[in-house]
Antibody, heavy 116, light 111 residues
Framework: QVQLQESGPGLVEPSETLSLTCTVP????????WGWIRQPPGREPEWIGY???????NYRPSLKSRVTISLDTSKNQFSLSLTSMTAADTAVYYC??????????WGQGIPVTVSS | QSVLTQPPSVSGAAGQRVTISCTGG?????????VHWYQQLAGTAPKLLIF???NRPSGVPDRISGSKSGTSASLAITGLQAEDEAVYYC???????????FGGGTKLTVL
């Protein structure tokens, strides 16, 4: 396991873009898959997508038109961008490490509220 | 409605055994994709409890086990302890949805 740490705003206005960053100390990002999962209040986790160090990505089909996950290997970080935010996107957002389609390391989570 | 179906709640007395089921279909568990289980304590991130159907990460006690058969999987916890009280989620992959899927979660109450 590795310790992941999310950072970003906790409040986003409707129609704006959410930008979150995950820092991965001590584990070279040039290995494994790295991704994002969100959990709406009182609901099960919802997979958003993941990226491999090669740059290949896979996104949740229902979010594909709005989501981008990118890597910054120089900072050992990866990021999430989610456009056109609505109240339905209110959730706790987790960054994760993915190995063979399972998630063995999670950040502590960052609550994001969409509201004006 | 989650693609993977779990009972909303289960309960058991301390020291007893409980099982949590996870029912899928031919495009996920039945297609051969592995099932993974997570434990989420109140206010914390989910933690990987069982991976690839029946494997425990280091640090997970052997009183916790997993199994898979056909289009379903199960998580078993023996010797229930108060600290097992949590929500448990199963997770797999679905070829029809082309993505990772989670069950709706099962809240375990230790009586």
């Amino acid at each position: 396991q590795v310790q992941l740490q999310e950072s970003g705003p906790g409040l986003v206005e409707p129609s704006e873009t959410l930008s979150l960053t995950c820092t991965v100390p001590g584990d070279p990002i040039r290995s494994h898959y790295w991704g994002w999962i969100r959990q709406p209040p009182g609901r099960e986790p919802e997979w958003i997508g993941y990226i491999y160090y090669s740059g290949s990505t896979n996104y949740r089909p229902s979010l594909k038109s709005r989501v981008t996950i990118s890597l910054d290997t120089s900072k050992n970080q990866f990021s999430l961008s989610l456009t056109s935010m609505t109240a339905a996107d209110t959730a706790v957002y987790y960054c994760v490490r993915s190995i063979f389609l399972r998630f063995d390391s999670w950040g502590q989570g960052i609550p994001v509220t969409v509201s004006s | 409605q989650s693609v993977l179906t779990q009972p909303p709640s289960v309960s058991g007395a301390a020291g007893q055994r409980v099982t949590i089921s996870c029912t899928g279909g031919s495009s996920n568990i039945g297609a051969g994709f592995d099932v993974h289980w997570y434990q989420q304590l109140a206010g914390t991130a989910p933690k990987l409890l069982i991976f690839a159907n029946n494997n425990r990460p280091s640090g997970v006690p052997d009183r916790i086990s997993g199994s898979k058969s056909g289009t379903s999987a199960s998580l078993a916890i023996t010797g229930l302890q108060a600290e097992d009280e949590a929500v448990y989620y199963c997770q797999s992959y679905d070829t029809s949805l082309n993505g990772v899927i989670f069950g709706g979660g099962t809240k375990l109450t230790v009586l």
